[in-house]
């Protein structure tokens, strides 16, 4: 009789697989769920702000991370010369321009 009761029970650690599998769930579900709403759209703000940037042209009215409006005047390189006033140019790095200003904005 007590082969019988311990035959019934099964050999130890053979249905473990599939427990070590539902324990490792919630901390998948909790990946996949901080991917799609925080690693996600901050790749895809980098990607469209790197377009913009590699987008730049003399003329185009901008805004700088520091909060600067201009229009730029030259490109060279990484340096963006921006004019803030009449006859007030500033050189900032292709880096800190935070957006593009349509004509309306300014």
Do not use: C, W
């Not at 324990?23 to 690693?39: E, G, K, N, Q, R």
Request: aromatic residues 6%; charged residues 20%; positive net charge.
């Amino acid at each position: 009789m007590g082969i019988d009761l311990a035959y019934a029970m099964g050999a130890p650690g053979g249905g473990g697989g599939q427990s070590q599998l539902l324990s490792f769930l919630p901390i998948i579900l909790i990946f996949v769920i901080f991917y799609f709403l925080l690693i996600r759209p901050q790749q895809k703000r980098a990607k469209d702000h790197r377009n913009l940037l590699s987008n730049l042209k003399e003329g185009d009215q901008v805004l700088t991370s520091g909060g600067i409006y201009g229009k730029i005047t030259g490109i060279k390189d990484d340096k963006i010369t921006v004019e803030i006033s009449d006859k007030v140019r500033v050189k900032v790095s292709r880096g800190h321009i935070a957006g593009v200003i349509r004509s309306d904005g300014m």
